[in-house]
């Protein structure tokens, strides 16, 4: 589930099918978590919670800068994927951290280039954001079939992690491509289970059990 939020982890959580949870800068913030200690504790709190990998993103941008936050992020909890954005510099750290048995997530990814450098450096995910390109009229799912394709051809074992989901039919369309992992925020999560046909359908078996109820 891509969310920061521990009410709505606990709550996927309790419904037995959280796998793992994703966050990002933006969604801490939306937590109200600011300082380091904080931030750590946060994500600790996740850990505690669901039984599967958790993405913690970093905040810094250079190599050097990465590695130490990084580091100090796996060392929470070994759930913990450290989280980068795609660039150059990530590139190299992804690199080494999967020299060193650190698990990650590239993350930003918008192009199968972007996705087939991440596989080289050896991350354990990658994040094509399906609803980001959609916003700009280009087809998000069209990347994940994409990258889906190019690492079946070369056996990357790196998954790809279908982020920036943003309603039931994204959700589908990539468990019918096959994308390895898919989060989404909890609320896109619910709208599975909707379907008016349940709904009526349940409403008349309750209706004809009260009338023979009554007899
Ligand atoms: C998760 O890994 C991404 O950061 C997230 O899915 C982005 O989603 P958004 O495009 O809805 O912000």
Request: aromatic share 6%; with cysteine; proline share 3%.
């Amino acid at each position: 589930m891509d969310t920061a939020n521990l009410a709505d982890i606990k709550e996927a959580q309790e419904m037995g099918i959280l796998d793992g949870v994703t966050t990002n800068p933006s969604l801490m913030a939306k937590e109200g978590i600011t300082g380091k200690d904080n931030v750590m504790r946060h994500y600790k709190q996740i850990c505690e919670i669901v039984q599967g990998d958790v993405s913690a993103e970093v905040i810094s941008t250079t190599y050097d800068e990465m590695i130490k936050e990084g580091e100090e992020l796996a060392d929470i909890d070994e759930n913990i994927v450290v989280k980068v954005p795609m660039s150059g510099d990530s590139i190299k750290a992804i690199k080494y951290f999967s020299e060193k048995g650190i698990r990650t997530n590239c993350t930003l990814v918008f192009s199968a280039g972007q996705a087939l450098l991440a596989a080289k450096a050896g991350a354990t995910y990658v994040s094509p954001f399906v609803g980001r390109l959609d916003d700009i009229s280009t087809d998000g799912m069209a990347l994940i079939e994409q990258i889906v394709n190019i690492y079946t051809n070369y056996g990357y074992t790196t998954e790809v992690l279908a982020a920036s989901v943003r309603h039931p039919m994204h959700v589908i369309q990539c468990a019918e491509i096959g994308a390895d992992v898919m989060t989404a925020p909890l609320g896109v999560i619910k709208m599975l289970l909707n379907h008016p046909l349940t709904d009526s359908g349940l409403a008349k078996f309750l209706a004809d059990h009260a009338k023979v109820e009554k007899k």
